[in-house]
Nanobody
Framework: VQLVESGGGLVQPGGSLRLSCAAS????????MSWYRQAPGKERELVAV????????NYADSVKGRFTISRDNAKNTVALQMNSLKPEDTAVYYC?????????WGQGTQVTVSS
């Protein structure tokens, strides 16, 4: 099983980034996919989640209206479009796949929002 995140980097406040997560080694279309983040000195928090067929999504209040999660079950990928980024969005962002007792994590990608 592999989850490989990409797309992180340094961006100015108000800018945009698109994170992508490529999955392999499991039946991607059967899994709930999520993005989490962890800022220095803070606990990991859920940012966004998307259902297995991509119909239902949910977001943390802090990112509603700015972030959009999407998935492509044909390509086994999940993305997080992040707009209007703020310094408080700075964190390591992790891709997560979950189904029943199975729970997989990527290695994370750093997002830094700073002028």
């Amino acid at each position: 099983v592999q989850l490989v995140e990409s797309g992180g980097g340094l961006v100015q406040p108000g800018g945009s980034l698109r994170l992508s997560c490529a999955a392999s080694g499991f039946t991607f279309r059967s899994y709930l996919m999520s993005w989490y983040r962890q800022a220095p000195g803070k606990e990991r928090e859920l940012v966004a989640v998307i259902s297995s067929v991509g119909i239902s999504t949910n977001y943390a209040d802090s990112v509603k209206g700015r972030f959009t999660i999407s998935r492509d079950n044909a390509k086994n990928t999940v993305a997080l479009q992040m707009n209007s980024l703020k310094p408080e969005d700075t964190a390591v962002y992790y891709c997560n796949a979950r189904r029943s007792v199975w729970d997989y994590w990527g290695q994370g990608t750093q997002v830094t929002v700073s002028s």
